[in-house]
């Protein structure tokens, strides 16, 4: 029988509740010596979590000597004395893992909440903010929502707009509604995480379209979607996550004539846009076929928990409002009044232009710290790809990284398909600050320019 570890009633990071219960599950003889465990991905797919979490916890795991790794067969608990259970885990000094925005001094957020806050109790009081409100955000919020976003999407109206509480809950409400159980959705062959787990806990089939430098390519799309009939096509055509590409408008426009084409409809997440504003969305190419979804998680804060989603029609509007009702009821009243008064204000732009200068900023200081060191950038951007050299796998890679205090995530993390590249997403953005950032940088360079001797492949 397969290994299962029951963690709910564990504390701590995921990785580490993992780790404790198969010390406690080898105590209790649940797990014995020599016992094999599961692969990292099944795991992951058993627990509905990201492979990057199994693949840490695994290692932590090694490290406290519960398990081996046997080459070419998997890990399986040590035949060895296990060792106490007080030792710690490796200190993780730096986290590059979370691609999150950076929060430099200029965004003076700490005073722009408390000053909108204020200005939310002078007008009405904070506690008209505490009970239940509309599903999808109020006329006059989904207006002034409409109306910033009619920068960049021109057609974008309230009347076919609904705000979400956050990006995820988007992609979920939007794979029930337009693919069932073993329906298929083409995105591009690496993807964020979050589709991975909707779709997985759907039991929605992904199948991954190749890319290249500047994202999917048109011509494996359309013979996709001839070949597989897909109920939706998702993609993240700006500053793509973890690839950092941007589809040139010329490949924009021959994905929207493939999707028309094709009958189907296109989830396009725009959770970068906001920080490239002179890239147009594929929706204004399509608006009749597109579900677009813009979020302030990356552009502001993943706390905020306030995206919008532009339907096709009203219709699609209504039944999305609909759904969301029956998922979470309404995104938060209190943070949906925040980020609309910074809208009204012009507050939001002015902090979505430092956190995009320190954002250039950061991109700018990597540039400096890896030179030499090939890897794939946003001007913008939030993240780095980089492809690893022949001697290194994206495991023992990020495992050795891990031992020196570094985390960041590795190509398994957004693989659609099997044949995942040997890659690591470095995310600027969580670093606390830029000599913070260095230091974890140079972290990755040495292990990058170590000789090849010494690098550790497993």
């Known amino acids: ?33 020599g016992q094999q465990l599961p692969t990292h991905r ?52 730096i986290d590059l893992s979370m691609n999150v925005p950076p929060h430099p001094l200029e965004a003076q957020l700490d005073d722009r909440i408390l000053q909108g806050l204020e200005a939310i109790r002078q007008k009405s009081g904070l506690t008209a903010f505490l009970n239940y409100l509309l599903p999808g955000g109020s006329e006059s919020e989904r207006q002034t929502a409409a109306r910033w976003l009619r920068a960049r999407v021109p057609h974008a109206a309230a009347e076919r707009l609904v ?16 693919a069932g159980r073993d ?5 591009e062959a690496l993807t964020f995480p979050g589709m991975k787990a909707a779709a997985a806990r759907l039991g929605i089939r992904l199948i991954g379209v190749a890319m290249d430098e500047e994202g999917v390519l048109p011509d494996e799309l359309k013979a996709a979607c001839r070949v597989h009939k897909p109920k939706a096509v998702y993609l993240i055509p700006t500053l793509h996550n973890p690839t950092t590409a941007t589809l040139s408008p010329a490949r924009r426009a021959a994905v929207a004539a493939t999707i028309r084409a094709a009958g189907t409809v296109l989830i396009e997440d725009d959770a970068y846009g906001l920080l490239a504003p002179s890239v147009s969305p594929i929706a204004n190419l399509i608006p009749e076929r597109t579900y677009l979804a813009t979020t302030l998680s990356k552009c502001i804060a993943p706390a905020l928990r306030v995206s919008y989603l532009l339907t096709p029609d009203v219709a699609a509007q209504e039944e999305m409002s609909a759904r969301l009702q029956a ?18 204000s012009g507050i939001a732009e ?34 780095l790809w980089l492809t690893l050299p022949p001697e290194w796998r994206r495991e023992g890679f990020a495992s050795y990284l891990l031992r020196n205090g570094l985390a960041v995530v590795g190509s398994d993390a957004f693989a659609v398909n099997p044949d995942a590249p040997y890659a690591v997403r470095v995310s600027l953005g969580a670093a606390r600050n830029r000599a913070q950032l260095v230091e974890g940088l140079r972290v990755l360079a040495s292990a990058l320019r170590m000789p090849s001797a010494q690098r550790q492949v497993v």
């Open 42 to 93: 099944a795991l992951a797919r058993t627990l509905g979590i990201d492979l990057t979490t199994v693949t840490r916890a695994y290692s932590e795991a090694r490290r406290r000597g519960l398990i081996e790794a046997r080459v070419g067969r998997g890990s399986f608990v040590s035949e060895t004395t296990v060792r106490l259970a007080s030792e710690s885990a490796p200190e993780v000094r």
């Open 163 to 178: 705000v979400y509480p956050g990006t995820q809950t988007i992609i979920f409400n939007l794979l029930m509604r337009l």
């Open 183 to 187: 329906d298929i959705v083409l995105t």
């Open 327 to 344: 998922a979470a009821q309404m995104p938060p009243p209190l943070m949906v009044a925040l980020v609309t008064h910074w809208i009204e």
């Open 1 to 33: 029988m397969e290994w299962i570890p029951t963690i709910s009633e564990l504390e701590g990071p995921l990785y580490q509740r993992i780790v404790d219960a198969m010390e406690g599950d080898i105590a209790s003889g649940r797990l014995v010596r």
């Open 350 to 383: 002015r902090i979505i232009g430092a956190i995009r200068s320190e954002a250039i900023g950061r991109q700018q200081l990597a540039a400096r710290t890896l030179k030499g060191i090939g890897f794939s950038a946003g001007r913008a951007g939030h993240h």
